[in-house]
């Protein structure tokens, strides 16, 4: 299909182990976006990659995480020294933004169990 | 918090009956928009209606927006089990592409 793609589906993981999450945009779109879903937290926003600019790391909960794009496409986020609070749905999106507020695509996230 | 408000947090209902979520914000806003989850896996985009807009059709899907109470509902017609999900209400930060979504409202349709 022609829609955002995650990968790994499920991800489970000692503490203190670090991790990589994958994400496929939709082909063409600039704006790619990470967000956590947890329990005690809701969804909130991590980071935002605008084609070239410097990404929008305000989101991120703490330096253990980072992200980049690379090619302006796949992005990976990863998370250093894993904690058992970092257990979440990680989900991107991607949109065709080119600073205009549009519609978000979602991928299916990536379910991190922290053990 | 910059999260919105919604309500209410769990409804359960009969299919075939109609299904009301709503939901409060806090600040100025261009457009809202609502998203439907699954299984606690990825949004599925339902419906963008922007500030001069006062009510949107999508389907079965009405969504009304009242800028002046900063609120907004989403109404499902003739519900179905298969709209069993958690509906999110999204606006965007300020004038950055961030969503804040409300905390969401799990919908329950019985069969």
């Known amino acids: 299909g022609a829609g955002v793609s995650q990968s790994p589906s499920n991800k489970v993981t000692e503490k203190g182990k670090d991790v990589e999450l994958r994400c496929d945009p939709i082909s063409g779109h600039t704006a790619l976006y990470w967000y956590r879903q947890s329990l005690g937290q809701g969804l909130e926003f991590l980071i935002y990659?605008?084609?070239?600019?410097?990404?929008?790391k305000s989101g991120l909960p703490s330096d253990r995480f980072s992200a980049e794009r690379t090619g302006g496409s796949v992005s990976t986020l990863t998370i250093q020294r894993t904690q058992q609070e970092d257990s979440a749905v990680y989900l991107c999106?991607?949109?065709?933004?080119?600073?205009?507020?549009?519609?978000?695509?979602f991928g299916p996230g990536t379910r991190l169990l922290v053990l | 918090s910059q999260q919105g408000e919604e309500d209410p947090q769990a409804l359960s209902i009969q299919e075939g009956e109609n299904a009301t979520m709503n939901c409060s914000y806090k600040t100025s806003i261009n457009n809202l928009q609502w998203y439907r989850q699954n299984s606690g896996r990825g949004l599925v985009h339902l419906i963008l209606?922007?500030?001069?807009?006062r009510e949107k059709h999508s389907g079965r899907l009405r969504v009304t927006l009242d800028t002046s109470k900063k609120s907004s509902s989403l109404l499902i017609t003739a519900s179905r089990a298969a709209d069993t999900a958690s509906y999110f209400c999204?606006?965007?930060?300020?004038?950055?592409?961030?969503?804040?979504f409300g905390a969401g409202t799990r919908l329950a349709v019985h069969p």
């Open positions: 999204a606006r965007f930060s300020g004038g950055y592409n961030k969503l804040i």
């Open positions: 209606i922007r500030s001069n807009e």
């Open positions: 999106a991607s949109s065709s933004s080119r600073g205009q507020q549009e519609t978000q695509y």
């Open positions: 990659f605008q084609g070239n600019s410097a990404p929008d």
